[in-house]
RNA sequence: AGUCUCGUAGCUCAGAUGGUUAGAGCACUACACUGAUAAUGUAGAGGUCCGUGGUUCAAUUCCACGCGAGACUACCA
């Protein structure tokens, strides 16, 4: 088989193929299982195609569910799919190419909502798809999807529940508000990364004119007090001024350039630098702001005018919310009740009213309606305007700061504008429609959080995030200011509120099943309110067109009427630990729940962003339910970036395709490739060369291995019952096994994914493949299929199967590839899945033999340096290295084993072991300070002792070893406060020195090494030709030499290593030879050939 | 705007309660090895440890300020 073709795409496709005949694709495939695990899939919204991001949660709860059921567990683990709310709306109405406000309208709620259900279904598809791609496999039999009646039904139930609980209620609020989306949106959801961003708007200072008493009884001309405002459109609405109390606020004479003359303005004393540009101006009186507290001044903008009676207006007021800061605007703040969330609370403590509009009818209105746009009534052209220009979609340059544009036009023209300044500042915006959001005011439902927030901070203890403690607490910072959750929302789409009313809303009824909603239908039929009950209809759809349609009866008979309002996703998938399961309807899964079988789950993982999203809203729903956490452990997922550091998003174009990437690599080397490249919580920055990589080194060396072990245990007839005894180098690297299935059974129940999957990685790169495998080579060549050999294929086979077996859970397809063809050693390995998890044992691990190992592959390494640096190849052999025993190397050398290894390694005959006393014929010494000692000993003396240890000689310095210490002049210096270094003096040596490590290299050449070098050079000739020209391993050639000079009569005497490393029956030499191969050798021509020869 | 985290090789990142010559991996270059072979090994090059100032015998590390990045908080009018 040939390497570069390992194709991983192809393999997952055989697997893949292969699982679903056998019926092992539902993982829960086991006859015994002994316990359960329980993990929740947090459902994605599908509201278009999966992205990256998305293979990423799924194949780290997939890791869990197969890690668990190889130990026997039975995973419970129900996909999910979110399918309701703005994300999909907002879809469906771009392809529809409307509005919000045409639902209703242009086209029917009924038809909106079958055109959202149609395009969830679509994607639906695309998405069980891309789940088996990725390994995780879609059971037709258990799913959850959040638009079904039970899952409806279950949701309502526990809205019933929570009201019940008095912490259900209804509020007349202002609230962050997305005109687009027409809906308000919740501080959660304003929570969400990416929603705060900066803006440019235009701000402007505006004069509102005082009407005078006493206190400037002495001032002749007007006096305003000078306001500023970044949101110019909510100046109509006015209706108060905010200025603190207790501090300066100055009367000043001012240069207006609007006016053209100088006007007199109040402002706070601190503030007079933000509104300076050069001019001069005049203090005319200091005062404290609680001086005109109270006073009243004329409407700025009076297009409309009617308050509500007995609420004041245009009225300065105290700021006792200490919202005013002094470096800040001009110390007065303009306040429209209406419009601000502070405006409201202000509004509301100070009796103060808002500005409306009344009509011929007596009806109420706000001057901005539900779209973010402002009424009909607005003049100067404004009506039916937007609000603000990015509300816009396709004129927005055109008609960029438009009504800014006018109010300041309005605003010259009255003579009430004195400055007009650019601010740029972070606002939020709306999640999804990516536009700004407004604070208007509203009606809405919210759960009241606030009143529990105890509990929930309480609970949240409990729970145990696998991943730093900072996001941990971050969590539980941000609980402990949690607000109430506002559910409602004015959408189509959605979990329709099961919340019935009387017109005078005196009366509320909250269903909490499809019985008592049947109950009280015929109730209602009774009384006449409706016709039929549409419940007996075959297929009834719980959603906002068909319940709207439903009047019930209140207690004292009246008619009710649904809450239009569906009820925000987050809650949805809040729901899903219990909505999942048709709690409380399904009894059997009730039991489950109740007993604490399917509740709390051990395991959910999810990005990083629903730590405001749906951990959030599982573990509240969870509180309230069941008095209890719903998961126990929680492992939070970086963001995926592109390559360059930045969140992938469609607006910026760099999102990749996963179908396209899954299909080049496959899924294993991406699964693989995300688990390992950092830790789960960090960011990746997504990079295609990296999983090339991971490709390439990872499962093509897995793959080398194989087909090493394949080839050649094929060729031996190996036999797993071949009785063998594990020499030093299988001991040592069994011993590394054992330990790393040690490290990673554990690591796998710590969730320590990242660690395991990078110790498996350098198991098999460094270890088995570097190490194990190139040393041990020679016993796989050799002819006789004795215990050393027998030995190697045992080891190396453990090792392999093992690897398969602890990596599967992470790459599942190719390591169950690799184990099926392996199976022809032992016919009980099909699939891995039903195999046990390994465990170590004990007996293999052996420290002092690793230990060993590691030091050796130390010194290999600091004598090939060696080599390299007077160039002297690895295949010319050499006489000796000197290696200065010590404490440490001492015991490692008296084991023969590891002096052979050595010697082999660096291709060295004989390894002199010195001692300390006989390094003088090799060496000088030099000394270095050890400054963590002496420093804090000596302070600024060090210097001084700098100095003379730079001039010591060899003499003072073996004096120094002898005696254990020096003075200098009055200091005493030890010798463990400082380090000596040696340096070589011999000619032909060469030497490595750190601290008590002295290695040096003998690198003369003598002939007998020379000759050694020409045998060894002209057996890689032979095996080079015998590869190129296809000969198989087994095949026996004849070699024809050219006999010409002596040279051929070094390799005649070394005909027996020749032949027996080559597989040559015979060397024959020849005057004239066929078709003939050369090489140089000190500057010689050998010419020779070879050919088969298999008799 | 505030709070927090971070700034180390071309890239991705370690690291040290302040102390000898600041480490890995990848990429790059050179060499080697080679019947696992488009694999592999070894070595090399590369750093003002963001900048400035302070504390100290000694600062990449501690402190302050500045610059830059990110996260969180927040209607800052």
């Not at 306040?335 to 500005?355: L, V």
Request: glycine share 2%.
């Amino acid at each position: 088989m040939d390497n570069n073709n390992l194709n991983l795409y192809k393999i997952y496709k055989k697997i893949f193929k292969y699982w679903k005949k056998k019926k092992i694709l539902n993982y829960n495939i086991k006859n015994k299982y002994k316990k359960k695990f329980i993990i929740y899939d947090g459902p994605p919204s599908i509201n278009g195609n999966p992205g990256v991001h998305h293979i990423f949660s799924r194949i780290i709860k997939d890791i869990f569910y197969r890690f668990y059921t190889m130990n026997n567990y039975k995973v419970i683990c129900k996909l999910g799919w979110d399918t309701h709310g703005l994300p999909i709306e907002i879809e469906v109405e771009k392809k529809l190419k409307i509005n919000k406000k045409d639902i209703g309208k242009k086209i029917s709620v009924k038809y909106y909502n079958y055109k959202c259900k149609k395009f969830v279904k679509k994607n639906f598809k695309k998405w069980i798809k891309f789940t088996n791609q990725i390994g995780y496999f879609f059971n037709k039999k258990n799913y959850f999807i959040t638009y079904s009646n039970k899952y409806i039904e279950s949701i309502w139930w526990i809205i019933k529940k929570i009201y019940n609980k008095n912490l259900l209620y209804k509020e007349y609020k202002v609230l962050p508000y997305s005109p687009i989306a027409g809906t308000p949106i919740s501080y959660q959801e304003l929570n969400l990364p990416y929603t705060y961003k900066k803006i440019k708007d235009i701000s402007v200072y505006v004069l509102f004119k005082l009407i005078k008493k006493k206190i400037f009884k002495k001032i002749k001309n007007k006096i305003y007090l000078l306001s500023w405002t970044t949101t110019i459109w909510t100046l109509p609405c006015n209706s108060a001024l905010l200025i603190k109390g207790n501090i300066y606020y100055l009367l000043i004479k001012i240069y207006n350039i609007y006016f053209k003359k100088k006007i007199n303005i109040i402002i706070s004393e601190k503030s007079i630098k933000n509104i300076l540009y050069n001019n001069k101006y005049k203090i005319l009186k200091r005062f404290l702001g609680k001086k005109i507290i109270g006073l009243k001044y004329k409407q700025l903008i009076n297009w409309f005018n009617y308050t509500i009676k007995k609420k004041k207006k245009f009225i300065i007021i105290n700021d006792n919310l200490n919202l005013i800061k002094e470096d800040i605007g001009t110390g007065i703040i303009h306040i429209a009740p209406n419009f601000g969330k502070n405006d409201f609370e202000i509004g509301k403590k100070n009796n103060i009213s808002e500005i409306l509009y009344k009509n011929k009818n007596n009806k109420l209105y706000q001057i901005i309606d539900k779209n973010g746009k402002f009424i009909k009534k607005v003049p100067l052209g404004l009506g039916n305007k937007y609000i603000k220009n990015s509300y816009y979609n396709n004129n927005y340059k055109k008609n960029k700061y438009l009504i800014e544009k006018i109010f300041i036009k309005y605003l010259i023209k009255k003579k009430k504008l004195f400055k007009i300044k650019i601010f740029k500042h972070i606002y939020p915006h709306c999640w999804r429609t990516n536009k700004p959001i407004i604070y208007y005011p509203i009606k809405s439902w919210f759960i009241n959080l606030k009143k529990i927030k105890k509990r929930i901070i309480k609970l949240s203890k409990k729970i145990n995030w696998c991943t730093t403690n900072l996001i941990k607490k971050k969590f539980e910072n941000w609980l402990k200011n949690i607000k109430n959750w506002n559910i409602s929302r004015s959408r189509f789409w959605g979990t329709p509120l099961p919340i019935w009313k009387t017109k005078d809303e005196k009366e509320y009824l909250v269903i909490g099943s499809l019985k008592q909603l049947n109950n009280e239908i015929n109730k209602s039929i009774k009384l006449g309110y409706i016709n039929n009950n549409p419940l007996k209809k075959k297929n009834i759809n719980l959603h906002k067109h068909f319940l709207d349609n439903i009047i019930l009866s209140s207690k004292n008979g009246k008619k009710m009427f649904r809450e239009l309002d569906v009820i925000d996703v987050w809650f949805d998938s809040g729901c899903s630990t219990y909505a999942q399961n048709n709690y409380p309807f399904n009894k059997k899964k009730k039991k489950l729940i109740d007993n604490k079988i399917y509740f709390p789950s051990d395991f959910i993982s999810e990005g990083i962003d629903q730590t405001r999203g749906w951990f959030f809203t599982l573990h509240i729903i969870s509180t309230i339910i069941s008095k209890y956490i719903s998961y126990k452990n929680v492992l939070p997922l970086g963001i995926i970036l592109d390559k360059k550091g930045k969140k992938m998003s469609k607006s910026k174009g760099n999102t990749l395709n996963p179908f396209k990437i899954l299909k080049k690599y496959g899924p294993d080397s991406i699964r693989w490739y995300m688990v390992y490249n950092n830790f789960p919580w960090k960011n990746i920055k997504f990079n295609i060369e990296d999983i090339k990589k991971i490709k390439n080194k990872f499962f093509n060396t897995l793959y080398n291995i194989y087909l090493f072990f394949l080839n050649y245990s094929k060729i031996d007839n190996f036999n797993l019952k071949d009785k063998y005894k594990n020499q030093y180098i299988d001991k040592w690297i069994l011993s590394k096994l054992n330990n790393l299935l040690f490290k990673t059974y554990n690591n796998y129940k710590l969730y320590n994914i990242t660690y395991l999957s990078r110790d498996i990685y350098n198991f098999v790169i460094y270890d088995l493949s570097n190490w194990y495998i190139r040393l041990s080579r020679k016993r796989f060549w050799k002819k006789k299929y004795d215990n050393d050999k027998i030995s190697a294929y045992q080891t190396l086979y453990k090792c392999i199967i093992n690897v398969l077996k602890i990596s599967y859970p992470i790459s599942p397809f190719f390591m169950e590839y690799l184990f099926i063809k392996l199976s022809y050693i032992n016919k009980k390995n099909k699939n891995i899945i039903l195999k046990k998890f390994p465990k170590y044992n004990k007996k293999y691990i052996n420290n002092i033999i690793e230990n060993n190992m590691l030091f050796i592959r130390k010194y290999c390494s600091i004598i090939l340096s060696l080599r390299k640096k007077k160039k002297i190849k690895v295949k010319q052999p050499l006489q000796s290295v000197n290696i200065l025993i010590n404490n440490k190397n001492k015991k490692i050398f008296k084991n023969i084993n590891n002096i052979k290894l050595l010697k082999k390694e660096v291709n060295i005959k004989k390894i002199n072991f010195i001692k300390y006393k006989k390094l003088k014929k090799y060496i000088n010494k030099e000394i270095k300070l050890n400054y963590k000692i002496l420093g804090p000993k000596y302070k600024n003396k060090i210097k001084y002792i700098e100095n003379f240890f730079k001039k010591i000689k060899n003499k003072s310095i073996s004096k120094l070893e002898k005696k254990k210490y020096i003075n200098i002049k009055k200091i005493k210096i030890n010798l463990n406060e400082v380090f000596i270094i040696y340096k070589v003096i011999k000619k032909n040596n060469i030497m490595y020195s750190k601290n008590n490590t002295i290695i040096i290299l003998n690198t003369k050449i003598n002939n007998i090494l020379k000759e050694e070098y020409l045998v060894r050079y002209f057996i890689n000739k032979i095996q080079r030709l015998r590869k190129k020209k296809n000969y198989k391993l087994i095949d026996k050639i004849n070699i024809f030499l050219y006999k010409k000079n002596n040279i051929y009569k070094i390799l005649i005497n070394n005909k027996i290593k020749i032949c027996k490393e080559t597989l040559t029956n015979n060397i024959i030499i020849n005057k004239k030879i066929f078709k003939k191969k050369y090489f140089y050798f000190n500057k010689k021509k050998i010419i020779f050939n070879i050919k088969k020869n298999n008799l």
